[in-house]
């Protein structure tokens, strides 16, 4: 009998650039090994309208159609990593995909009388598993919100069974939106959003120089911090919300950039790198608030495409200087898979019908088991 389980398991963030698969074995001690990965770039058409639906600019028929496209490509992506690795389809004991989420309300809202949090990810795991012929896992976040969680973060989980607790760590990935899980010897496992990642940053970069990303932060290290716009930055009052807490692109929108813009400096240097710096500070400035008072820190693990970001790291050693800064690929963890890898270890609970949420860290009110399967 064999002591592992082999999956193929889903990522795409609010980024909306790619579609991230790794093809991965789960050994029953929950050690792992990463046996392939691929990645299927997002047509331009679809991530518009993607981008379109998450700025709240779309009609039902466009979720309705975009939950099918965007299960269709992620079916694809499994389709070719399998054709990459030349695994067998049917040693493969499950695909976990996270989906892409459009929409995340963290906060209640009420209608009807009915108060409720609410979450939507699209890409329906009915055509994956269609498609690609294996069990598929996903929607994992409705559960936890169903339990009176903010249905994020969820990665958390896996940082605490990827990480050892020999040191006081911060786990810090840097996506769209940048969220840090805390893990101490002197306090609980928690885990809060931190505010804007990489999306304010690409934002602007498409906007000013026509191209999706600051590579390396290359941009942002050509320019100056401007102070004044920088503090206007730092008034917006989600910062001040202590955790658990969750966000995105329902608040760090088009709208809200194009607003931030009418004040920013001239110079389009200057404004990414006051921009990039804002990521750091948003960071820096949450652990003072909210990790600092309760735990000492050894170390921070940077995971994400934010770890790739030169300025981004600069400007944090700035910020911190008296604590070591790493990445996930000092642990033998490729920062691009992590999110990946986290779900896998998800569809893995799920699989076998194990508690896979924190409410320690989403705020749910008991444990539960989150995902869906498509046989």
Request: aromatic share 10%; glycine share 6%; with cysteine.
């Amino acid at each position: 009998m064999k002591n592992y389980k082999i999956a193929i398991s889903l990522m795409s963030g609010t980024s909306v650039d790619s579609i991230d698969s790794c093809l991965i074995k789960i050994f029953d001690d929950l050690s792992f090994e990463v046996l392939d990965s691929y990645s299927l770039e997002y047509p331009s058409d679809v991530r518009n309208k993607i981008l379109n639906l998450a700025n709240n600019k779309g009609s039902v028929k466009d979720v309705c159609i975009m939950n099918f496209v965007i299960g269709e490509l992620f079916a694809q992506t499994v389709n070719e990593l399998i054709k990459k690795s030349k695994i067998k389809k049917e040693d493969i004991d499950f695909i976990s995909s996270h989906g892409q989420t459009i929409c995340h309300m963290p906060e209640y809202e009420e209608i009807g009388k009915v108060k409720t949090r609410s979450t939507l990810q699209i890409g329906d795991i009915s055509v994956i598993s269609h498609r690609t012929g294996i069990l598929t896992i996903g929607d994992y976040r409705t559960k936890d919100m169903a339990a009176n969680g903010q249905g994020a973060p969820l990665v958390p989980f896996a940082d605490k069974i990827l990480f050892p607790l020999d040191k006081n760590r911060l786990i810090q990935n840097i996506g769209g939106i940048s969220n840090v899980t805390v893990l101490s010897k002197e306090c609980n496992i928690f885990a809060f959003d931190n505010g804007p990642g990489n999306m304010l940053i690409d934002y602007f970069m498409q906007k000013l120089f026509h191209r999706p990303f600051d590579n390396s932060g290359e941009e942002a290290l050509k320019g100056n911090i401007d102070l004044n716009w920088l503090d206007k930055l730092l008034t917006e009052p989600y910062y001040n919300v202590p955790p658990p807490k969750t966000t995105g692109r329902e608040l760090f929108n088009e709208k809200y950039a194009e607003k931030l813009y009418k004040s920013a400096p001239i110079n389009k240097n200057d404004l990414i790198a006051t921009i990039t710096k804002l990521t750091s500070r948003v960071i820096s400035d949450s652990y003072k608030k909210f990790v600092f008072p309760k735990t000492s820190i050894d170390e921070i693990v940077l995971g994400g495409g934010g770890s790739y970001n030169k300025a981004i790291i600069k400007y944090l050693k700035e910020d911190l200087p008296d604590i070591v800064i790493k990445t996930h690929e000092d642990y033998n963890i490729p920062n691009k898979l992590k999110e990946c890898i986290a779900f896998a270890y998800l569809g893995y609970f799920t699989l076998n019908g194990e508690q896979n949420n924190l409410p320690e860290c989403t705020g749910a009110n008991q444990g539960v088991i989150m995902g869906k399967i498509s046989y």
